[in-house]
């Protein structure tokens, strides 16, 4: 038995997500946390490949890293579990100072059961695939059949128990049970076991969540019956692997989403069926109880995709956390966004050295160059990580992303302040319409600490504020550049005269600001 006095980690409380009044908070170590991640590569999780994803995430500057534990190295055997890569993850995470996301990829990693160990994936009698209305059998295992969902709970718990035992220093943080849930290539199984459940009455939890009358899938649900059907039964599926999981050891969880396109879907099938995708997130909301949010995975570089994303994934009822995003340089700026949502995290997605890369989703490869904007944006973020947690978790976090064509972009800040983030400009002087950046690759956020106190950063941007009534001109009482050491202020300078006489000019340098705002009377 473990020693507690002797050992001030094992004290550590258990992170935990925290939803109050529509906000949202990630508690790590006791306070809101931001995770400003990468994701590995897929098959990254075993030592060797491990060396080269601590480089590319020190490079980045993130605080965490995603990474898969695959069924098939976790229990290769049925009921003979191997810890040691789990083991070696969290020593090395501890020793490259990094907090973990795990994600378990064992039912579904897209779709498919690919990660599930030989002794599951090879077995169809026992562990059926799911089953097209043509007759057809799809590489996507049946949420129906409870001998999958008792081996694959079984394991999950397994690993939650281990974790318990082996990680009071709270190294994980986070866990994601499955990868992107859903089928594609059909949007329902069609076999008898499915077709009997389908036929009969929608379950009392989802007619009460969406306020709907009983009646069968189809007649509740019409045309989208079929696919209501398959994300009731995959949410429930990956809730109850999630419920045995937390019993053992409560960690955070989520459920990622392969998106479908906000304004042009197309068919469930085409995209994954059944998956938390935007039209599913209700049903996802009534089926799993125990998954804390539902996080979509971005690669849609365009500025109204990417936006709109945000905009349906951060809900009073669900806290927005990018649990993927793509790396190619577009991506960046999308970190002010995302935060600026009141999210909890961010995490581009293919940030190792290993040597792939998943373009034209992402880079080509994961080089210097292509982690360098993502660490600019960390690093600015970085210099007050808890404050900006905090702020988020209390719905004063402001920020936006540039959007082409857009030079210009307001912010409300409060009733008494609005700024303007404004895009290619000097530092010095200028009038006239901005150009906005060669590429789009600006953007800025903004905490509120207090009705006239804001902190400020930005990213190849100039930040302007203005009083939000008449017959008064905003004069800087102070604007300090400094960084936090945890939450206590550290002060580095205060800016004036050029530094602030055409605005607060953001480059590629990592500065933070607390700005004290104050008026005189214009007349
Ligand atoms: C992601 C990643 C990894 C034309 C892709 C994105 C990760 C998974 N899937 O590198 O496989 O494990 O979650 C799917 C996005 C498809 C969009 C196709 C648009």
């Known amino acids: 038995r473990r020693d507690t006095r002797s050992d001030p980690a094992a004290e550590r409380p258990i992170p935990r997500f925290e939803s109050k009044d529509g906000k949202h908070a990630l508690i790590v170590d006791g306070a809101p946390f931001l995770v400003l991640g990468g ?19 020190d490079e980045l500057g993130a605080n965490t890293l ?7 190295q976790f229990e290769p055997e049925e009921g003979r579990f191997d ?10 995470a501890r020793a490259h100072d990094k907090r973990l996301i795990l994600l378990w990829f064992a039912t579904w990693k897209n779709n498919g059961p690919n990660y599930a160990p030989r002794w599951v994936k090879l077995d169809n009698a026992r562990f059926p695939r799911l089953v097209r209305e043509d007759g057809q059998v799809l590489n996507s ?68 969540h969406l306020g709907k009358s009983p009646g069968t899938w189809r007649e509740v649900f019409g045309a989208d019956a079929d696919e209501t059907f398959h994300a009731w039964h995959i949410a ?9 999981g937390k019993a053992e050891y409560p960690l955070p969880m989520y ?22 995708t935007d039209n599913m997130l209700d049903v996802y909301k009534a089926a799993a109880k125990h998954i804390d949010l539902l996080a979509p995975d971005i690669y849609m570089p365009e500025h109204l995709l990417y936006t709109t994303v945000l905009e349906r994934y951060a809900r009073p009822d669900n806290a927005l956390f990018v649990a993927e995003t793509g790396n190619t340089p577009a991506y960046a700026r999308y970190l002010f966004a995302a935060l600026g949502h009141d999210g909890i995290g961010w995490v581009p997605f293919g940030m190792d050295y290993t040597p792939y890369g998943n373009w034209p ?44 064509g857009v030079p210009e972009q307001q912010i409300r800040l409060n009733d008494r302040w609005n700024a303007t983030i404004a895009y290619g400009l000097p ?90 705002l104050a008026t005189y009377p214009t007349r």
């Open 141 to 208: 295992l049946s949420p129906h059949a409870p001998a999958t969902l008792e081996a694959d709970r079984k394991a999950f718990a397994r690993l939650m128990t281990h974790l318990r035992e082996h990680d009071p220093q709270r190294t994980v943080i986070m866990v994601q049970p499955q990868n992107e849930p859903g089928t594609y290539g059909g949007v329902r199984d069609f076999s008898p076991l499915a077709q009997q459940a389908f036929d009969g009455p929608v379950p009392e939890a989802l007619l009460a």
């Open 66 to 72: 995603s990474i898969s534990i695959a069924w098939e």
């Open 361 to 404: 989703l992402g880079a080509k490869r994961t080089t210097p160059e292509t982690i360098a904007p993502f660490a600019q944006a960390f690093a600015r973020i970085n210099l007050g990580m808890r404050v900006f947690a905090k702020a988020a978790s209390e719905g004063r976090l402001h920020g936006v992303s540039e959007a082409p």
């Open 255 to 276: 459920v990622n989403a392969a998106l479908r396109g906000p304004f042009n879907p197309g068919q469930p099938g085409q995209y994954a069926s059944g998956g938390p």
């Open 427 to 516: 530092h010095f002087w200028f009038q006239g319409v901005p150009p906005g950046n060669p590429e789009p690759i600006g953007g800025a956020l903004i905490a509120e600490l207090g009705p006239d106190e804001f902190l400020v950063t930005g990213m190849h941007a100039r930040v302007t504020i203005q009083p939000a009534r008449d017959g008064v001109a905003m004069i800087y009482d102070r604007v300090e550049e400094g960084r936090y050491a945890d939450t206590a202020w550290e002060f580095h300078r205060n800016w004036n005269g050029d530094q602030t006489d055409y605005g607060l000019n953001f480059s590629e340098a990592a500065q933070l600001l607390r700005v004290t």
């Open 83 to 92: 810890f040691s890569f789990v083991d070696h993850l969290l020593e090395q």
């Open 39 to 57: 994701q590995a590569h897929n098959s990254s999780n075993y030592p060797e490949p491990l060396k080269q994803v601590w480089p590319a995430l």
């Open 236 to 244: 429930r599926y990956i809730d109850q692997v999630a419920e045995a």
